[in-house]
């Protein structure tokens, strides 16, 4: 949608057959073709000494950067399988010109939305559920994914597992995020804030479950709670969901694990006990009927000072009278 | 490095100035005292003509800056986006200079390998977090934006939701253009808190003319007024620091 490239310039064309050659690790990559471009570069299938890899390279050496210095933290975090392994980062100098690269594990497979609706409505609990342990893992870690949203998650397999493929939007805890897309942004929604913590991927995952059942998305319109629940309660499938889904739109769960747990009960055919929500709104309506309450003591306080206060004028007045005459 | 505050003008307009300064000019006298001055023109349905576009670039590329060109409904996404990566812009100039005084004259980042140049980033990352930002915005309240101005509010209240999860002061000042009776008007002064912007803006009623130039002439005086007040004070050494090395 956005229609100018003042700073960011057209987008790379390297043909098949291209080799692009490191200028530091002098490694060599044949470009087979395109798998995807983003605003902040393209990334291609490539060769390299006959194993497939993929190859993403970008007109500003800081995104490279970037994403590589979140890769690296990934697999010196041993265990953590979210996202892709990192292989080789290098400059590509072609006549005055320099660009920067990255080489990383090459995820095939088929992106969430489109596997679901081949294989069924089945598997996305199942793979929202492997998606919720991994993510627990990363947190764990100190990390926040950000960008959580169905075109960076790949259905790799068999063995089925889901992976991400775009880890721009990894942030440290406790920081601002870095990057977002509105449909899956709680800030958008406006039902939180746009710090970096466990609860704003929960909040993502929420709305991958709800974009899973709505392929088009929808737009804001009064946003809050209240739009998202009636789009939960138009769904049948989103319906079996709703106790886990609210309580993740709403900022319940400080972990992916007791998300993922809610939402093994509901599989199981469990309820999930909604017990914070009723003891907050039971205290809340105290509150309220104590204000009431309150108030009206003080009408009453009012119009008893109001009585006394006559009924001296009265018997002074009478008093006054009785002395003149 | 200890962080100091960064000043930015972001101007929000849907086309060409026609009444006073020039406002590359008066973009580019921002520049001289460290204030980046980003663009954001908004458009609808309808393209934008060559000359405004060309002058939106101008600004910005004068002003140190970035600019973009949207329509309307993806305001929000774009007000905060151009706002960080002209921020990420700045303090990159700044650890550039830094690293040339350091490692010679033709060093920047660019130009160290990859792992070194990680190491780098995340000193960018870190400032990107941490620096104080003052943020003056300029909206076009001539009669075309009419019907754009309650995007351009939502936009805005997104940017201060954006800005204020970082851990970083922000201090946020807004005036549109062309106001009551004079080419500016200032609707907010500084503050932490650009949500009360809500109240003023429902009442703004859109006029005729576009004076960009004097808009922006009037924002660099802004900044030099909260300055001086702000100096008396305590003396704010990092700020002058940034504005040598950009």
Redesign the interface.
Known sequence: MIMMKSFTKSQFNIKYGTIIQGKWHQNSYKVIRELGSGANGTVYLVDFNGNKAALKISFEPMTVTSEVNVLKSFSKAQGVTLGPSLLDVDDWVIGTQQYSFYVMEYVEGVHLIPFIRKNGMTWLPILILQLLKDLGDLHKQGWVFGDLKPDNLIVAGPPIKIRCIDVGGTTPIGRAIKEYTEFFDRGYWGLGSRKSEPSYDLFAIGMIMINSCYPQRFLKKEGGIQQLTQAIDASQELRKYKSVLIKALTGKYQTADAMRKDLLKILNGQTVSDQKRTVRRRSYNYNQTRQRKSRRSWVMGVIETILIFILISLLYVYYILGNIF | MRPGTLKQILLITDGCSNHGENPIAMAALAKEQGITVNVI?V?END?IDEYG?RE??GI??QGGG??????A??L???VQMVT?KAM?QTL?GVVNQELKQILGSEVT???L???K??EV??V??ELN?TVNLEILILVDTSLSMKHKLPTVKEALL?LS???????GNNQFSLFVFPGKRKDVEKLLDWTPKLESLTTVFNKLTPRGMTPTGPAIKEAIKHFGKKRSLKGLLSGDHDEEFYEESI
Do not use: H
């Not at chain 2, 970035?66 to 329509?71: D, F, G, L, R, T």
């Open positions: 023109g458009m393209v576009m939106i670039e910005a590329s970035v600019s973009q060109v949207v329509y409904q993806s929000s996404q774009t960080r990420t990159q980042m660019e130009n390998p990859p792992d140049r990680g980033l995340e960018v990352d977090e997104d939701l954006s800005l204020n999860a970082r851990t």
